[in-house]
Nanobody, 124 residues
Framework: QVQLVESGGGLVQAGGSLRLSCAAS????????MGWFRQAPGKEREFVAS????????YHADSVKGRFTISRDNAKNTVYLQMNSLKPEDTAVYYC?????????????????WGQGTQVTVSS
């Protein structure tokens, strides 16, 4: 069993920044692709970014490319999402998840363990 706990969310003005963390416990995540997803009220959960097990390869959704950066620290069993130039449309609950595949994927059905989420609210 893997437990994933997100933190770092909050209320920020448009143009601001936040850094989300996803701390894993129970088992190491160092050999797994990890991803971030988000879900806004009334909308489906959508892919944000994923990172390879080494951290050397990343994949970002077009909607966040150039503004968000996913990274990981395997020594700390933690994954991060640096979010810059935030927009009101980035408001959502953000979730981290562990992938069951060996490569980057934006398919949420290919992720097996999920955190409880952290709320990000961007005011205009």
């Amino acid at each position: 069993q893997v437990q994933l706990v997100e933190s770092g969310g909050g209320l920020v003005q448009a143009g601001g920044s936040l850094r989300l963390s996803c701390a894993a416990s129970g088992r190491t995540i160092s050999s797994y692709v990890m991803g971030w997803f988000r879900q806004a009220p009334g909308k489906e959960r959508e892919f944000v970014a994923s990172v390879s097990w080494t951290g050397g390869s990343t994949y970002h959704a077009d909607s966040v490319k150039g503004r968000f950066t996913i990274s990981r620290d395997n020594a700390k069993n933690t994954v991060y999402l640096q979010m810059n130039s935030l927009k009101p449309e980035d408001t959502a609950v953000y979730y981290c998840a562990r992938s069951t595949t060996g490569g980057a994927t934006d398919d949420l059905w290919r992720y097996d363990y999920w955190g409880q989420g952290t709320q990000v609210t961007v005011s205009s």
